[in-house]
């Protein structure tokens, strides 16, 4: 049984283990940012910047013929604190965000490989046999980072509570 298979054989063993590992990452990695309600996407990643210490470049990708399923990737160079986050252009903006979300997470993440590529498919981690235990794990936490960030920007107080 190759690394990879047992990795895969753990992780189907115990699933509630797994979503609890992933949602104490996430919750961690939002809390690292120290993210509020009502900022603007380019104030949520002037946050991520200054949690992780890097200096971000949003990049919207005009040729992406090739992706395939990619909807999103990171490049990070530790040693020069710097990173990209490549998106489609053709996508909505609120897709493409989410997107970008995803590889924030993956940045705030602290369980995350430095130096390692890190991509966003439109194909769901659950369904992607190849990826490892961790793999499979860091695509569910960068995801629900995802999600947190949007439920920051477009989950709001309610409207009774703001109009009152
Ligand atoms: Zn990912």
């Known amino acids: 049984m190759s ?15 797994t979503l609890g ?3 104490e990452r996430t919750e961690r990695a ?14 949520i990643v002037q ?4 949690a992780v210490g890097i200096r971000l470049r949003i ?3 005009t040729d992406t013929r090739t992706w395939g399923a990619l909807t999103g990737f990171l490049t990070y ?7 990209s986050i490549h998106v489609r252009a053709s996508d909505p903006p609120v897709y493409s965000e989410f997107a970008a979300s995803h590889e ?8 995350h490989c430095s130096g390692a590529l890190h991509e ?24 629900q980072v995802a999600h947190g960030i949007a439920r920051l920007r477009y989950a709001g107080p309610p409207i009774a509570e703001v109009s009152w």
């Open 77 to 83: 160079f530790p040693d020069r604190r710097e990173g």
């Open 120 to 143: 966003r498919s439109s194909v769901s981690p659950h369904d992607d046999p190849s990826l490892t235990t961790p793999e499979f794990e860091a695509e569910l936490v960068a995801e």
């Open 30 to 43: 939002l809390a690292r940012a120290a993210l509020v309600p009502g900022m603007t996407f380019p104030e």
């Open 47 to 50: 946050a991520v910047e200054r």
């Open 104 to 111: 924030l997470g993956h940045l705030l993440d602290d369980a």
């Open 59 to 61: 990049v919207r990708e």
């Open 3 to 17: 690394d990879r298979e047992i990795g895969a054989a753990a992780g189907s063993l115990d699933p509630r283990a």
């Open 21 to 23: 590992r992933v949602q």
